[in-house]
């Protein structure tokens, strides 16, 4: 079983639409909860970070973290073509100091 | 805003040549990072690298790479011996503090093209 699973997409929405992105995970040490954004031969570009379980909110981006379900999610509201991207999440465990990353999802918004 | 810079942007090399690619982390962080990304594939992390030693390697990290902060501001990458295999994306990355490894700021990264 890999240790993050990520759908990698592609997902495609229309302007102004609801974008939901999950991750799964299976190792229970992992403490620290991160969503990047990728542009195409990019670097990793952090969007949200979380510690634990619960939610946070940025502007139009919302992380939630289920423990319990070893399941996070990054919603975006009003999606914009300039959210297009791939989408990354990240995990790390207390004190480590290695990030494991999902395949990414790749998100298109249309105008 | 202070930001991680990567050269080369792109390095083409034979198989079995040395690379060696080289970041400028920013500047009042103390942990270094390489992770790096074959194409179509997920970031993998490579090495953390704290205080002048390396203080987490993967399975990746064999005895072909090694890293050095040769002064107090370049953060480098060595590939002793290229292969095919080690052709991917490769990025820099640096955190002020220990374990804090979701303020994690990455470059743009280098290619690597191994012919």
């Known amino acids: 079983q890999k240790e993050v699973e990520q759908d990698p997409g592609p997902l495609s929405v229309p302007e102004g639409a609801i974008v939901s992105l999950n991750c799964t995970y299976s190792n229970s040490a992992f403490q620290y909860f991160m969503w990047y954004r990728q542009y195409s031969r990019k670097g990793p570009e952090l969007l949200m970070y979380?510690?634990?379980?619960g939610n946070k909110e940025d502007g139009r981006f919302t992380a939630q973290v289920d423990k319990s379900s070893k399941y996070i999610s990054l919603f975006i509201r009003d999606s914009q073509p300039s959210d297009s991207a791939t989408y990354l999440c990240a995990m790390s465990p207390l004190g480590g100091s290695r990030l494991t990353f999902g395949e990414g999802t790749q998100l298109t918004v249309n105008p | 805003e202070p930001e991680v810079t990567q050269t080369p942007s792109h390095q083409v090399t034979q198989m079995g040549q040395e690379v060696i690619l080289r970041c400028v982390p920013i500047s009042n962080h103390l942990y270094f990072y390489w992770y790096r990304q074959i194409l179509g594939q997920k970031v993998e992390f490579l090495v953390s690298?704290?205080?002048?030693?390396?203080?987490?390697k993967s399975e990746i990290f064999d005895d072909q790479f090694s890293v050095e902060r040769p002064d107090g501001s370049n953060f480098t990458l060595k590939i002793r011996s290229t292969k095919l295999e080690d052709s991917a994306m490769y990025f820099c990355?640096?955190?002020?503090?220990?374990?804090?490894?979701?303020?994690?700021?990455f470059g743009e990264g280098s290619r690597l093209t191994v012919l």
């Open positions: 979380t510690y634990s379980s």
């Open positions: 990355a640096s955190t002020l503090t220990s374990g804090d490894t979701g303020e994690l700021f």
């Open positions: 690298f704290y205080n002048n030693e390396i203080s987490e």
